[in-house]
């Protein structure tokens, strides 16, 4: 099973990946995440990376499909790639390079989530430094503590207004194509995000287990 998770910026594709991962014995790949983490080393591609990221916008291809092929090479498990491909481009890279590797994609998932809820989900979530969970937090008495392990919480720096509106504006710009692009290969589904968690996640197990 090799997994392209989609939906627009706060449509739950961390939240569901994790729960995958409980179930399914998968390897993760977060283009996010890995970006943080080069962000977060101070190294000099990841000041470069900070400047993109921290705003909104997309990094390059080219290198997010380097970034990428590194790390599909260094797994034999079925893969749940979250947040990859974001552009028709990376897609298209994507598909040549699992050919290159004999793998397949066997499942596209969107989660569905209306317009109108994205930048309230996002500005409402907090990720817990020490456990990695992802919350939702009431804006006006948000937790300070992970409600799992008690750990520190943070926002990230793309999760405010004004940058959530951005990203949703490069979604609709450079990411919903990629709809476009799976939509007639058979593999390509979608589920409603506007559900709790557990409820979306049932959809998606269904899915996987047909
Ligand atoms: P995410 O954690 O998936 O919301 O990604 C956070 C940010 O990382 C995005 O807003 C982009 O700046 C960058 N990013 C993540 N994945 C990609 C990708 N596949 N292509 C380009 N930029 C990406």
Known sequence: ?????????????????????????????????VLRAEIASGSPLGKQLGEIVNKGNLVPDELMVQMLEKIVKSTDKGIIFDGFPRTVPQAEAL?????????????????????????????????????????????????????????ELYTRPDDTPERATHRLEVYRNSTLPVKNYYQTSGKYVEVNGNQTPEKVFEDITKILEK
């Open 95 to 151: 598909d040549a390079m699992m050919q290159r590797l004999n793998r397949a994609i066997t499942h596209v998932i969107m989660i569905d989530l209306p317009a109108e809820e994205v930048v309230n989900r996002i500005c409402s979530r907090r990720q817990c430094k020490k456990c990695g969970a992802i919350l939702r937090v009431d804006i006006k008495n948000p937790l300070e503590k992970c409600s799992a392990c008690g750990g």
């Open 1 to 33: 099973m090799n997994i392209i998770l989609m939906g627009c910026p706060g449509a739950g594709k961390g939240t569901q990946s994790a729960k995958l991962l409980q179930t399914f014995p998968l390897h993760h790949i977060s283009t996010g995440d």
